[in-house]
C-alpha cells in the first residue's frame, strides 16, 4: 500500500501533525496528514487530492523527504513523505481528526505513529555531517577552534572522530564547544562512545560503529540525543531501523583513506535506502557539490571529511 504523507509547514517552521481517530488503527498517535493512493494516481497528485478531502486546502507538492517502508503486524506500506510549503486555503479538520501545529524540535517521538517518527527524523536532521580527521591530540587547540568556526557559522553536525584521542580527551572537546553548540542547534556526536554521551547528555549523539550494531537490542540513548549508525550493506541497515535514528552508508565513492573498498556507486546507494526506513547520509568520496545526488538518489545528504572543512 503507497501510502503519502504531507509535510506541511508554515512561514514560522512549523509542520502541522493530524491525530488519528478513535475506531482506526493506532488511533490517539498523531501523524503528518495523507492517505494512500488510488490506482493509477501519481504520488504527488494523489498527496493533492488527500489534503483537500482531509484538510479542505489546496495544495503545491514540493520536494521528497524519505521514503518508509514499514510493516504493521500483516499490512506493508510504503510511506512516502513530500515537503509541503505552499497551499491555499486554511487547513481544517474535515475527518473529526485533531490537528496540531508544531516545532519540529519540540516533537515528542513517542507521540507519533511508528513509521511516521521517521519522517519526524528527517525533518529535524540536516543534510550536511561533518566528520573531523584523523590528526593526533596535539591538534586539540586547532580542531577546537575549527568546531567552534564551524558552529558559529552554522555547521549544521559533527561527529568528533579522532581515532588517535584518549576517549578522555574527545569528552573533553565536546564539553568545551556544548554550550556554542546548544545555542545555535549543532548536535556534537561521538564516535561510538555510547557512555561519553550519556554522560554529557543532551546536545551530544553517539554515531555507533558497524562492529557495534548487533550489541544494541534497542537505541541507547534517550529520545533527546541522536544516535547515528555506521552501515556498510543491507543487513547493517535494516539493523539501523531498530537501534537508531539515521545512517551513514559507505563508501559511495572512491576514498584516500579506504583505497581497497569497492565503491557503491549512486544507482546501489539508491537501490539500498530505497529499502531502508531511516534517513541515510551518503559518505565516502563526498563533498558538499554531491548534495543534490545524494538527494536524487533518496538520501538525506552528504557526510564527509576532507571536503567538509
Known amino acids: 500500500m503507497h501510502v503519502m504523507a504531507g509535510v506541511m509547514l508554515d512561514a514560522q517552521g512549523r509542520v502541522l501533525l493530524a491525530q488519528r481517530p478513535p475506531g482506526k488503527h493506532l488511533a490517539g498517535l498523531w501523524e503528518f496528514p495523507g492517505g494512500k493512493l488510488e490506482a493509477g494516481e501519481l504520488p504527488a497528485d494523489g498527496l493533492v487530492r488527500e489534503l483537500r478531502e482531509e484538510l479542505g486546502v489546496e495544495a503545491v507538492v514540493g520536494a521528497p523527504l524519505i521514503r518508509v517502508p514499514w510493516h504493521y503486524s500483516e499490512r506493508f506500506l510504503l510511506l512516502d513523505a513530500r515537503l509541503v510549503h505552499q497551499w491555499r486555503g486554511e487547513p481544517a479538520s474535515l475527518d ?42 596535539t591538534a586539540f587547540d586547532e580542531w577546537q577552534q575549527r568546531i567552534r568556526r564551524a558552529i558559529a557559522v552554522g555547521q549544521s553536525m559533527v561527529l568528533l572522530r579522532f581515532p588517535q584521542w584518549s576517549t578522555t580527551e574527545v569528552r573533553k572537546l565536546a564539553a568545551s564547544l556544548l554550550d556554542e553548540a546548544r545555542a545555535k542547534g549543532t548536535p556534537l ?19 555507533l560503529k558497524s562492529a557495534q550494531l548487533a550489541s544494541w537490542q534497542e537505541r541507547p540513548l534517550p529520545a533527546a540525543q541522536w544516535v547515528g549508525a555506521s552501515c556498510h550493506q543491507a543487513d547493517d541497515l535494516e539493523r539501523a531501523v531498530q537501534i537508531a535514528d539515521f ?63
Open 96 to 137: 473529526g481528526q485533531a490537528l496540531r501545529w508544531c516545532e519540529p524540535a519540540a516533537v515528542e517521538l513517542d507521540l507519533l505513529a511508528p513509521a511516521d517518527r521517521h519522517i519526524l527524523r528527517a525533518l529535524q536532521l540536516p543534510t550536511r555531517y561533518a566528520i573531523t580527521s584523523d590528526v593526533p591530540p
Open 189 to 207: 556526536l561521538l564516535s561510538g562512545d555510547v557512555e561519553g554521551a550519556l554522560a554529557l547528555g543532551q546536545g551530544v549523539g553517539v554515531q
Open 247 to 309: 545512517a551513514t552508508l559507505s563508501p559511495v565513492a572512491s576514498t584516500a583513506s579506504h583505497p581497497d573498498a569497492t565503491p557503491l556507486g549512486w544507482n546501489a546507494f539508491a537501490r539500498l535506502v530505497d529499502r531502508a526506513a531511516v534517513p541515510v547520509y551518503a559518505l565516502g568520496g563526498m563533498t558538499l557539490e554531491q548534495l543534490d545526488a545524494a538527494r536524487q538518489a533518496g538520501g538525506q545528504g552528504v557526510a564527509g571529511i576532507r571536503g567538509f572543512w
